[in-house]
């Protein structure tokens, strides 16, 4: 088999949002509609896309983040939050809208976090949203203060999905995370160990128990980016594979309509090989309405979003004994394949 190249474009957008709640149906729209022109764009220059990765809670926004009150917040999350089986869900579930792009062209998309209803509990998701019309779910395993509050449920497993082409095949492996998962060590070893060749979380500004309050000058409220920069390198490393920490843009808007908050967060790549080449996208990106996707067309230096995945690679040997239950399992399922 030669050796192959996984393609990713990464959607750095906006949500619209005000104090009673998010732009639902405006910003359903202009995500399905964003990732359906890129799709037609790429399709007519010839360029292959594998995965489409939306921006950070691409149709509600982080809710706890601008909606303040507790109760209200709480009241909020559970009317937006969605079930995620393709059987039961509404016409006008994005997901839905999504399954049909995913067919019509063939690509995976990244989609999330939302916020998702099962039985009795709900989780902060992210979904996978392959071209065969199957759904992979991750959910969020270190819930910060505010979600715990809300009264979310922790994820049990890691994200590592498998990532197909059309015809069925494999083309990439990739882990995912959400958030706060950024700081536990543990969740990029099980990258490690599951050889991933691409790593892909989402963040957005929110009551972090990790990182210090937000910075604020009455307009622009965001992360001490720094701090989370420095994180990135060990966690890439760690995985052993190139990172992608997706953010977006946040604008929350008063009743009449004027801009009262801008939360945001830059999407990062870099690459374990060579920490030193890393792209890192600022919030103008976001007002660049027509290209607001980072892909290799777009990039000098893209050996960080064309993921090259040679065959052969070294077998790696773990000593599963010495780690956590948690791990152990992971760790012997991957070591005798």
């Not at 489409?52 to 209200?72: D, K, L, M």
């Not at 199957?134 to 590592?160: A, H, Q």
């Not at 197909?164 to 958030?179: C, K, L, T």
């Amino acid at each position: 088999m030669m050796d192959k190249e996984f393609h990713v474009s990464v959607l750095h957008g906006t949500v619209k949002a005000s104090r009673s709640g998010p732009s639902y149906n405006a910003n359903v729209h202009r995500l399905v509609s964003l990732i359906s022109d890129h799709l037609e764009q790429s399709q007519s220059k010839g360029f292959k896309v594998h995965l489409v990765v939306s921006h950070a809670y691409p149709v509600t926004g982080n809710i706890p983040s601008y909606v303040t009150n507790p109760e209200r917040a709480k009241a909020k999350v559970k009317f937006r939050a969605t079930t995620l089986n393709p059987k039961t869900m509404s016409q006008n579930n994005p997901v839905r809208m999504l399954l049909k792009l995913a067919d019509d062209y063939g690509v995976n998309i990244l989609y999330g976090p939302v916020y998702e209803v099962a039985g009795p509990r709900s989780y902060v998701t992210t979904v996978l949203i392959r071209p065969d019309g199957s759904l992979e779910k991750y959910r969020k395993i270190t819930l910060s203060p505010v979600e715990e509050d809300l009264g979310f449920t922790r994820g049990k497993e890691p994200g590592i999905f498998n990532i197909i082409d059309i015809n069925g095949d494999i083309v990439a492996r990739i882990g995912v995370f959400i958030d706060e998962d950024l700081f536990s060590p543990m969740i990029f070893e099980a990258f490690s160990f599951s050889k991933v060749n691409l790593v892909i979380g989402h963040m957005m500004p929110y009551k972090s128990r990790f990182l210090p309050p937000p910075e604020s000058d009455g307009v622009l409220v965001t992360m001490k980016h720094c701090y989370v920069d420095k994180i990135l390198t060990a966690r890439s490393i760690d995985a052993g594979a190139p990172l992608a920490l997706v953010g977006g843009v946040l604008n929350v808007y008063t009743s009449g309509r004027k801009l009262k908050e801008k939360h945001w967060m830059p999407t990062t790549v870099l690459d374990p090989d060579d920490p030193e080449n890393e792209i890192c996208l600022s919030t103008d990106t976001a007002k660049n309405t027509s290209r607001p996707f980072l892909t290799a067309e777009d990039v000098d230096k893209f050996k960080t979003i064309v993921v090259e995945i040679h065959d052969g690679d070294e077998t790696k040997e773990f000593d599963c004994s010495k780690m956590s239950k948690w791990l152990r399992k992971l760790c012997i399922k991957n070591r005798y394949k």
